[in-house]
């Protein structure tokens, strides 16, 4: 069965064209004009992974995704935006969305990154399986369950704490954080991590994933508390408590 993608544009030339190139892709495509329509839509007819363009007037991309978001839906937001600053990118994060596309965009980034958002959809990402060496004296994770380095997350439910703290994340964060606690104490590299979470590697110029970094230590740094997951410059990132 096609996937089903809600787009939500209101640049109409941009809207008829990613739709039909969707289409073509083999997607089933809902096109609406505004936030408004994208939340009618999205109610009435529960779509597999949204497309919501940030600036709409009315109800904008970013109120959708929060809207969706403290209703408990969880289905996979990609995001289109014209604003390159990094805070721009953290806001959108902050609302709940799983990825972000910069316009002027490729398509075929777009294809990317919808396939990434939706062989992700309820399962984890991870290169290797529970019991991965490394991460400290951590108790024996319950089934369901990994832990390293004072983290511990349920795949199945989502949910994830830093000792008894639990951790509000994102889709993305939430397999980025994964994929690290699976593979504590070893370093991995940029092209694995882009290959492992978005499914296509966005070359060095890319900043996606240094932003998600980011923004996951701010979630998971604590006052006193060491720092979990180390840059290794030049090479990628890894998860240990120092």
């Not at 939430?174 to 966005?202: C, K, M, Q, S």
């Amino acid at each position: 069965m096609p996937h089903n993608v809600l787009l939500a544009e209101d640049d109409r030339a941009i809207r008829h064209a990613l739709e039909r190139a969707l289409t073509l892709e083999g997607y089933e495509v809902t096109a609406v004009a505004d936030g408004v329509e994208a939340l009618a839509q999205a109610h009435r007819n529960p779509p597999d992974v949204l497309v919501l363009d940030v600036m709409m007037p009315g109800i904008d991309g970013l109120q959708v995704c929060r809207v969706l978001r403290a209703e408990g839906d969880r289905t996979p937001i990609l995001m289109l935006t014209a604003l390159v600053e990094t805070a721009d990118r953290i806001a959108g994060l902050d609302a709940g969305a799983d990825d972000y596309v910069v316009k002027p965009f490729d398509v075929e980034e777009v294809f990317a990154r919808l396939r990434a958002l939706l062989r992700r959809t309820g399962t984890g990402t991870s290169l290797s399986g529970p019991g991965t060496p490394g991460g400290g004296d951590v108790p024996p994770a319950a089934p369901g369950q990994v832990a390293a380095a004072g983290l511990r997350m349920d795949v199945q439910a989502r949910r994830a704490w830093r000792g008894k703290r639990e951790l509000e994340l994102t889709r993305t964060e939430f397999e980025l954080l994964e994929l690290l606690v699976r593979n504590a104490g070893i370093v991995l590299d940029h092209p694995t991590i882009y290959d492992r979470i978005w499914g296509y590697d966005f070359g060095p110029g890319s900043k996606n994933l240094a932003v998600y970094v980011g923004y996951l230590r701010r979630k998971l740094d604590e006052p006193d508390a060491p720092a979990l997951i180390h840059t290794v410059r030049g090479v990628g990132y890894v998860l240990r408590e120092d």
